[in-house]
Nanobody, 125 residues
């Protein structure tokens, strides 16, 4: 059975850092782009970051550019999101997602066919 399990969320003060991990199983990890999305209270789910399967090329939302770094380890079937200089507006449930094989439209949620359960990130002011 396909599983995406996020970990690393929690409560942190503004300016602090967190590292999210997403461990995948039951799918062909190395042929899929991987992404992170988030949903804040009262808002729609939004794209945060993604990384391709072939060149490991990263994509970022403007709101996190320069603060967040996405990476992946195909040997461990794991994708990471390093979050630095966190702000209260980063507070959200963060979701890991696996794209359909060989898909390139990594900034839209319909590209992804598997999603994790989400992990809460809360940034206090």
């Amino acid at each position: 059975q396909v599983q995406l399990v996020e970990s690393g969320g929690g409560l942190v003060q503004a300016g602090g850092s967190l590292r999210l991990s997403c461990a995948a199983s039951g799918l062909t990890f190395s042929s899929r782009a991987m992404g992170w999305f988030r949903q804040a209270p009262g808002k729609e789910r939004e794209f945060v970051a993604a990384i391709t399967w072939s060149t490991y090329f990263p994509y970022y939302a403007d709101s996190v550019k320069g603060r967040f770094t996405i990476s992946r380890d195909n040997a461990k079937s794991t994708v990471y999101l390093q979050m630095n200089s966190l702000k209260p507006e980063d507070t959200a449930v963060y979701y890991c997602a696996a794209a359909q094989p060989n898909q390139l439209r990594v900034k839209v949620n319909h590209t992804y066919d598997h999603w994790g359960q989400g992990t809460q990130v809360t940034v206090s002011s």
